[in-house]
């Protein structure tokens, strides 16, 4: 399992952005695919929600993948 620490510059990314920053998804098509189909989970529930708006403390995951949304001074 890997482990991405995020930290955020501004108040939210949203979770389509974010999965093609990260690199775990290759372009926003297949990062919209990706959450549409369900394989997103924010907390510990499937997210559908395409622009779902991510905060500090919010925790991703994508199949063996976490993203963890930090503050920046947290990096």
Known sequence: ????DFPLQSDFI???AL????G?????????AM??????RVGNAV???IRRKLRVGDVVQ???ETIR???PQDK
Do not use: C, F, Q, Y
């Open 35 to 40: 959450i549409s189909e369900g394989a997103v």
């Open 62 to 64: 994508l199949n063996d």
């Open 19 to 22: 999965l093609k920053l990260i």
């Open 69 to 71: 949304i930090l503050a």
């Open 14 to 16: 949203e979770l389509n």
């Open 24 to 32: 775990l998804a290759p372009s926003g098509g297949a990062a919209k």
């Open 1 to 4: 399992m890997a482990i991405h």
């Open 47 to 49: 997210e559908t929600r």
